[in-house]
């Protein structure tokens, strides 16, 4: 148990539905991380927060968006969904910036199935 | 920006043997590069990681080498085993960049019995 907790687990909808992803990082990290991961894919990085403020983006889609609230959870809200945004959606979250020495302790995940 | 490649895409190996994964980077400036591995169905998490003052690290049968010449560096497993069957993932970050960790594509390990 990496200590990071994501809800739903599993989430089934249809498309053009709108759904959001809760990540609760370990407690006290700062930094919250959001991938997607199709199927036998690599992991897509999506956004980053650090303290409440977005830090990072990458290859995140307009009818996605996240925020960090200041309790340090953070939801992604992914809308207008098409059968392609089927996948795995992890949350990491690290104590400082992962890429400056912060290891990133990943959640169980979110299986998003768009029907 | 940085980019990041990793090969192979997939890897299989009889078991006990050694396997080697390598990852090239674009940013002479990168300084931190860890590996993680996600096994079927499960999170990713970290295995090893190197700082760019360091040219290897090594953590029991794992072990990891930076040639910041060639801007490579690779993970080593020696006597594989079935549980180290995984896909496993490169990283590199730089302060060019903000320490945003730019990942491979990853690598499929294949452990034959």
């Known amino acids: 148990d990496s200590g990071v907790t994501q809800t739903p687990k599993h989430l089934i909808t249809a498309t053009g539905q709108r759904v959001t992803l809760r990540c609760s990082p370990r407690s006290g990290d700062l930094s919250v991380y959001w991938y997607q991961q199709s199927l036998d894919q690599g992991l897509q990085f999506l956004i980053q927060y650090y303290n409440g403020e977005e830090r990072a983006k990458g290859n995140i889609l307009e009818r996605f968006s996240a925020q960090q609230f200041p309790d340090l959870h953070s939801e992604l809200n992914l809308s207008s969904l098409e059968l392609g945004d089927s996948a795995l959606y992890f949350c990491?979250?690290?104590?400082?910036?992962?890429?400056?020495?912060?290891?990133?302790?990943f959640g169980p995940g979110t299986r998003l199935t768009v029907l | 920006g940085e980019n990041v490649e990793q090969h192979p895409s997939t890897l299989s190996v009889q078991e006990g043997d050694s396997a080697v994964i390598k990852c090239t980077y674009s940013?002479?400036?990168?300084?931190?590069f860890p590996w993680y591995k996600q096994e079927l169905g499960k999170r990713p998490q970290l295995i090893i990681d190197i700082r760019s003052n360091v040219g290897e690290k090594k953590d029991q049968r794992i072990a990891v080498t930076l040639n910041k010449t060639a801007k490579h560096f690779s993970l080593h497993i020696t006597e594989t085993q079935p549980e180290d069957s995984a896909v496993y993932f490169c990283a590199a970050s730089s302060p060019d960049s903000n320490y945003q960790l730019i990942w491979g594509a990853g690598t499929k390990l294949i452990i034959k019995p």
């Open positions: 990491a979250s690290s104590g400082g910036l992962a890429g400056a020495y912060n290891e990133q302790f």
């Open positions: 940013d002479s400036a990168s300084n931190y």
